[in-house]
């Protein structure tokens, strides 16, 4: 949540999050001046991100940034966090989804993911249905906007190497996304009979 808000929503970062000190946890007084923090974060609303893990996370912002395609595709105008609904075709059913980016002036779709080793990034697409999401998004936007968009995955890996949190950006493969758009499909028709039906079991 932290790193989406600090690529997608940078200004309200500050505002939805804070950064711990660095408190020594091996001693009584460090552990009561990390108790007395946490007791005057509680009323503020916001989520408190320990000194390990925001020094963490500003490096992961760094490594995305210094990635030609993927400080592009942020730097360029766009919505971030933006709802889109439409009424499905087929079933009649009313569909949402909230892309992580959309760009204003060409069709694209990014969308921000963090994987513990990029080399794992196909096993998430699957067991996270990463292609479904794929095939209902750019559905969705192009019953909504009428062209048919490129969604482009900006995967960040959470394990360092040399000195970097390797980016990629990439898009799935066509036979992904069709596997993808049959599964969320069959998933939308059986949530359809499930409705009219009112059986749910």
């Not at 990635?67 to 009424?87: F, M, N, Q, T, V």
């Not at 080399?119 to 697409?125: C, K, N």
């Not at 482009?152 to 394990?159: E, G, H, K, N, R």
């Not at 993808?180 to 059986?190: A, K, S, V």
């Amino acid at each position: 949540t932290a790193l989406h808000c600090l690529l997608l929503e940078p200004n309200e970062f500050d505002s939805r999050f804070i950064k711990a000190p660095e408190f020594n946890r091996r001693t009584k007084d460090g552990k009561a001046e990390e108790a007395e923090f946490l007791k005057n974060c509680a009323d503020t609303g916001k989520t408190v991100i320990e000194y390990e893990d925001h020094r963490k996370l500003m490096l992961m912002r760094d490594s995305v940034m210094a990635h030609p395609d993927a400080s592009r595709l942020l730097d360029l105008e766009g919505y971030s966090e933006a709802s889109i609904y439409w009424k499905d075709k087929e079933t009649g059913e009313l569909c949402r989804c909230r892309p992580d980016r959309m760009l204003r002036n060409y069709p694209i779709i990014l969308d921000v993911k963090k994987v513990d080793d990029m080399g794992r990034f196909e096993r998430h697409v699957e067991e996270f249905r990463y292609h479904v999401q794929n095939a209902m998004y750019c559905d969705g936007y192009e019953k909504t906007f009428g062209e048919r968009p490129e969604f482009l995955f900006l995967a960040v890996s959470s394990s360092i190497e040399c000195g970097r949190y390797p980016v990629r950006v990439r898009p799935l493969e066509p036979d992904w996304i069709a596997a993808g758009r049959d599964l969320y499909r069959r998933d939308l028709n059986t949530f359809h009979q499930c409705r009219i039906n009112n059986d749910w079991h």
